[in-house]
């Protein structure tokens, strides 16, 4: 028989998310919270970010990743309410709340927990999924899995690198393989502009001569062990690539820092709904997700640019899941948000009524001097970038019920050429 | 240097070489498998599309449709002794319009003809009841219900294992260099030590025109036709139950909708004759399959995808297997341009081997404890209750290492203990890194793994054998701080 312990609440996922929501509930007085992280040590990705610029806005200081992974990990030994369990894998989640996790230690174990949270993370979108040709050589990593064996392994993964993608990931990853003696020749980025943030590019690339070349993209990989070089081409304004136009790149390493994915195998596994524009739980001011009592946030909700964003907001869902234990929350009336003009996605997608909510919003497309309008609120934005977060919150006096939903939108901007 | 002495020896680990050393491993007979590469299966064999052919296609008469028909009725019974991953989901050839319903008339005919049995047409309106998310365009189909699907490399490392617990050598990492005919038998030159065989099979796939010629026999003139299939999410399954054909062209089968026992769904193969063996997929390749497949499954969507591969099928001058001892010595048995329906065919072409050696004259006397039985933990197929005594029993099984594909470190070890030596060879034998992050999160872990299981610095784990090495060792700061931990 299926060993099974009933618990108020189950945290899944032990990286800055599900840290914070943890110690959040704690705070807010749940009894019984247990935390499932998969790797042997808590932090998900945060401890192979050995790069400073986190914390300015959560803590007003600037950290390194594992320091501040540290910061929630002193909190959580402060709270003997929280149980960590470390190299546990959640195998299902049932809608009811069930949560069947596996282990060395305990083996197969059942959760019944009267709420969840679900802290799960994303993944990197692998070679595969944005179907390069070529050959299949080793030497094709992606900027997470190289930084997992740079930073905490402590291997040479390569000697000359060729990175595709300037997402946050890929610029810091430019950085840190210079500093370590390896070459990198290029960053590729397939749309005009890059998709990290600008003092990454600054910071990452600028200041050591690595070239950015916008506008271009891998269009095969070469090499039969190993790979040997990779062929470059600009592209066109619908993304096509001008083979003739094309080099070739000589390389032992590429990679790839070309989108992240929530992971949401198991929410889909709960019955959860997502948000085909954010990839993740659709999900209410309280970050609760279209299945009461179970509750979303960080990563696995939306991808962030920072992870004091992740904090910030896991703690609200982390406080939230202590409010619906005491039966606080549930049956508010909710208004749909509607993406307007330049809208890709926007976080929580259900405005709860009488709700002060902080948004975060992302752009289509790069523009100057836009209005963002959000219901009856608005405010000027001197800059948009699809990468960089959009931050609003949303009064109660902006949100007028009637209406039905809360139109968010950017109007008036100059799009540059 | 010592030599290797046996009855007989395979050279090929392919699906065709390992069917016959498992067959032969029957019979009392010192037997050795030579495979150039790292690991069997990682030839030809390794990209095949795992189909389990009815036997519709081949022309009736002709060796293909004998012992793919034959080899078809064998894997249900084989699936269950190897515990390979097979199922028999069964085969639709569709058609897309009235002209087309006629050839898949003929095709029936064709397939009883071969003595394929329950073969029937089915309406249009039969096709969409047993698999609603085929094109609406369709108008009627062939039901093949024999026909199946199987893990090819799956099917090989089954193979391969079994006929090792019966006593077979199996030598990888080994190139044969030359053979010389002798008085009673063959004396082969590798790139390790030599071997002494009194008789030789040569499943040695795109390179059995060469092996032949090591002989003097140069009848043998294979080419390579390449094939390039796409892979998506397992997230898929479901979306076609059953393998989907289009009508047959004059070199291949089509451009297919194969769902995978995994629960992926894949679509290819190209079929294209090329001159250098190389394994690339091209743009070209996915702009010839993406709009056939979706021809057939319109909701199939690019974002899906998870991974590409090519393969390199051998193919003879004849039409036909080549299967028949050599005009040079009838102690050497050619079983080449094994293009499809090979894997199909694979066990009956064992078969028809080991009559072809009894006439030989080898004497063939069946082994008193052969068993035929072969088994794996695959944690994912277990059911909880199964899955939790298998953990309290070892540990290591409720350790997950690949969160994509549910594989423990039990199973990552055990795969080591049955053959792996490199990053492909875990994957193949587990799935690890097969799933929809590819490896993103994994890879370090078995490196480490490997690494400790075989006992070789991490720097030396490659990804398919000697150049394919992923690390290039450790980071400065690293070195010298263990260094200085030495001193």
């Known amino acids: 028989m299926l060993n099974t312990k009933a618990v108020d609440l189950v945290v899944v996922g032990g990286g800055p998310a599900g840290m914070a929501a943890a110690v959040a509930a704690a705070e807010a007085g749940v009894e019984e919270i247990v935390l499932l992280e998969r ?37 959580l030994k402060k709270k003997p309410r929280i149980q960590v369990k470390t190299e546990t894998m959640v195998v299902t989640i049932t809608p009811d709340r069930q949560v069947v996790t596996t282990s060395a230690a305990e083996g197969l174990v059942c959760y019944q927990a009267r709420a ?50 300037s997402g946050d990931i890929g610029l810091i990853m430019a950085r840190r393989l210079t500093l370590e003696g390896i070459r990198v020749r290029a960053v590729l980025e397939l749309m005009p502009y890059s998709n990290g943030l600008n003092r990454n590019v600054v910071q990452c690339l600028e200041d050591f001569n690595i070239p950015l070349y916008l506008s271009h993209t891998v269009t095969a990989i070469h090499g039969q062990g190993r790979v040997e070089k990779v062929s470059v081409a600009p592209v ?24 992240l994915i929530p992971e949401n195998e198991l929410s889909l596994q709960a019955g959860v709904e997502l948000d085909p524009a954010t990839g993740g739980p659709v999900v209410d001011s309280f970050y609760q997700t279209t299945v009461e009592g179970i509750f979303a946030c960080g990563n696995v909700a939306h991808v962030h640019d920072v992870v004091d964003d992740v904090s910030a907001e896991s703690a609200i869902a982390g406080r939230a899941a202590a409010a619906y234990l005491r039966g606080e929350i549930g049956g508010n009336r909710w208004l749909p948000v509607k993406a307007g003009r330049n809208i890709r996605s926007v976080v929580p997608q259900r405005i709860v009524v009488g709700q002060a909510t902080p ?28 990468g960089e977060t959009i931050y609003y919150t949303v009064k109660p006096e902006d949100i007028c019920s009637q209406e039905g939903f809360v139109r968010v939108g950017l109007e008036g901007g100059k799009v540059d050429d | 240097m010592s030599i290797t002495e046996v009855d007989v020896l395979v050279i090929g680990g392919g699906v065709v070489g390992a069917a016959l050393i498992r067959e032969l491993s029957r019979y009392e007979l010192d037997l050795v498998l030579v495979e150039k590469e790292v690991d069997v299966s990682f030839g030809t064999s390794k990209a095949n599309s795992g189909i389990v052919h009815s036997g519709v296609h081949d022309r009736p008469g002709t060796l293909k449709a004998q012992l793919s028909v034959r080899g078809c009725q064998l894997f249900p019974e084989l699936a269950a002794e190897l515990d390979f991953l097979y199922k028999q989901n069964g085969a639709v050839v569709v058609a897309r319009s009235r002209e087309e319903l006629v050839e898949l008339e003929k095709l029936v005919e064709n397939g009883r003809a071969n003595g394929v049995k329950d073969l029937s047409l089915i309406s249009r309106e039969e096709l969409r009841r047993i698999e609603p998310n085929l ?46 005919e002798e008085k009673d038998g063959f004396f082969v030159r590798t790139n390790h030590r030599p071997i002494r065989a009194k008789l030789i099979v040569n499943a040695a796939g795109l390179y059995g025109g060469e092996v032949a010629a090591m002989i003097g026999d140069h ?23 059953r393998t989907v054909f289009p009508l047959p062209s004059k070199v291949s089968k089509g451009i297919l909708v194969i769902p995978t026992v995994d629960g992926n769904i894949m679509i290819g193969p190209t079929a294209h004759r090329v001159e250098d063996y190389d394994l690339s997929t091209s743009l070209a390749g996915w702009n010839e399959i993406f709009p056939a497949a979706r021809k057939l499954v319109p909701t199939l969507q690019p974002t899906d995808l998870i991974t590409a591969f090519s393969g390199l099928r051998a193919v003879g001058t004849s039409g036909d297997f080549i299967i028949a001892p050599s005009i040079i010595s009838p102690r050497f048995i050619n079983a080449a341009g094994i293009e499809s329906p090979g894997l199909t065919a694979a066990p009956a072409i064992a078969e ?32 909880p209750q199964a899955q939790a005594e298998l953990m ?25 203990r049955r053959g792996a030596t490199t990053l492909d060879g875990i994957k193949l034998r587990t799935r690890s890194g097969m799933g929809r992050c590819q490896g993103g999160f994994c890879t370090p872990k078995i490196i480490r793994l490997l690494s400790n299981e075989l006992g070789l610095p991490p720097e030396q784990i490659s990804k398919n054998g000697p150049g394919s090495e992923l690390l290039f060792g450790r980071l400065r700061g690293d070195r010298a701080k263990e260094e200085k931990q030495h001193a």
């Open chain 2, 392 to 416: 309290q029993k070892d540990p290591a099984y409720g350790q997950i290492v690949c969160r994509c594909e549910m594989v423990s470190a039990g199973e990552i070890r055990d795969a080591v």
């Open chain 1, 116 to 165: 969840v949270i679900l802290a799960m993370g994303c993944r990197e979108r692998p070679r595969g999924a944005i179907n390069i040709p070529g050959t299949r050589p080793a030497g094709i990593y992606t900027a997470g899995s190289l930084q997992y064996l740079l930073n905490i392994e402590g291997f040479l993964p390569g000697r000359t690198a060729v990175i595709l993608g």
């Open chain 1, 236 to 259: 066109d304004a619908d993304l096509q690539p001008l083979v003739e136009k094309g080099f070739d790149l000589a390389c032992d390493t590429l990679v790839l820092s070309v989108g």
């Open chain 2, 135 to 180: 094109s609406a365009e369709l108008v009627g189909g062939l039901l093949a219900p024999s026909g199946g699907i199987v893990v090819p490399f799956d099917l090989v490392f089954a193979l391969t294992e079994n006929a090792v617990a019966n006593g077979a050598k199996l030598m990888v990492n080994t190139e044969v260099l030359g053979i010389k």
């Open chain 2, 219 to 241: 009848s043998i003139q294979l080419y390579a036709r390449k094939g390039e299939e796409y892979l998506f999410d397992r997230k898929l399954e479901g979306l076609v139950q």
């Open chain 1, 359 to 386: 948004l975060y919003i992302r752009a289509r497309f790069p523009e100057k001097n836009a209005q963002l309008n959000v219901g009856h609120g608005h405010s000027k934005r001197r800059i948009v970038s699809p």
């Open chain 2, 352 to 383: 028809y081997i080991v009559e072809l050696i009894k006439d030989s004259g080898l004497p063939l006397a069946r082994k008193q404890k052969f068993n035929p039985r072969r088994t794996v933990v695959r944690l994912r197929d277990l059911d």
């Open chain 1, 39 to 75: 790797q042997a040590k808590l932090g998900g990705i945060l401890p192979q970010c050995i790069h400073n610029g986190f914390g300015l806005r959560y803590f007003k200081e600037e950290l390194t990743g594992p320091e501040y992974a540290y910061r929630f990990m002193l909190e």
